[in-house]
């Protein structure tokens, strides 16, 4: 059982239509969040999810348009495409947000959430340090984050937290680790392809990907509707 690991779509149809036709075979989407906010194809991205096998959690962007989380721990940017998103979703697409957890156990064998598994909606894990302080909730052998945006890997042992940096990994079976697939809609790695891991449970490996796809096509549709400059300019360069 092979799961397309994928975070942060941001509305970005584009991106994921590439990562779902590049992909190798696989059994089930896991995904961490966010698939609305800053790109204009909300609709769109989550009709193509419910298409799969699916597990996935509640992200920022996701709670901010069904009004779960208050705008004001937004930018003016991120706020202005909350407020397109809230428009334009579907009532079907509403429920689909609303049903999802913040947190999510599959199989007692990993754990999905979006932000941190302490504070599952705010805090970014993007250092060891922020590792350090969830070890307590690091109960399952694989944790699954996203937010961030920039692919990582976190090794835990009894006693030390590392970083991997690696495009494939065999996972020892007596640790512990956080998987970042990165950002599909909208990397900050400084790479603008499409960024997203596969990982098999049972042989232990994970494996990321990166694939390009037409930024231009996404920039010139999110230029009609009005959005700001620096949101389709920040996808060319992947920041
Ligand atoms: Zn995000």
Same mark, same amino acid.
């Given at each position: *059982?092979?799961? /397309? ?10 991106? /994921? ?13 896991? @995904?961490a ?10 609709n ?16 920022n ?12 721990? @937004?930018g ?5 495409i909350?407020? @397109?998103?809230?428009?334009?979703? $579907? ?5 689909? /947000? ?12 990993? *754990? ?12 970014y894990?993007?250092?060891r340090?922020?590792?350090v ?35 494939? /990994?065999?996972m ?35 494996? @990321? ?13 999110m ?10 300019r920040?996808? $060319?360069?992947?920041v």
């Amino acid at each position: *059982m092979t799961s /397309l690991l994928i975070a942060d779509i941001h509305s970005n149809l584009v991106a /994921l239509e590439s990562v779902l036709e590049s992909a190798p075979p696989f059994d089930c989407i896991v @995904f961490a969040g966010d698939v609305v906010g800053y790109g204009p194809r909300p609709n769109e991205c989550i009709n193509r999810l419910r298409g799969y096998a699916l597990y996935a959690v509640l992200g920022n962007h996701d709670a901010a348009v069904i009004g779960k989380k208050d705008l004001r721990w @937004f930018g003016s940017s991120s706020r202005q495409i909350i407020q @397109f998103s809230r428009d334009v979703i $579907s009532s079907r697409n509403e429920q689909f /947000l609303e049903g999802l957890p913040e947190k999510l156990t599959i199989e007692d064998q990993l *754990m999905l959430v979006h932000g941190s598994p302490r504070s599952p909606l705010s805090e970014y894990i993007r250092s060891r340090q922020e590792v350090v302080e969830n070890l307590n909730y690091l109960q399952l052998p694989v944790t699954v984050v996203g937010h961030t945006h920039v692919p990582a890997v976190y090794e835990v042992s009894k006693d030390a937290v590392e970083e991997r940096k690696k495009s494939r /990994l065999d996972m020892n079976p007596d640790l512990r680790y956080i998987v970042n697939p990165g950002s599909v809609g909208q990397p900050r790695d400084g790479d603008p392809r499409a960024s997203y891991a596969l990982l098999d449970p049972e042989s232990k490996k994970v494996v @990321f990907k990166r694939v390009a796809y037409d930024v231009q096509r996404v920039q010139q549709e999110m230029r009609n509707l009005g959005f700001p400059n620096f949101l389709r300019r920040r996808l $060319s360069r992947g920041v």
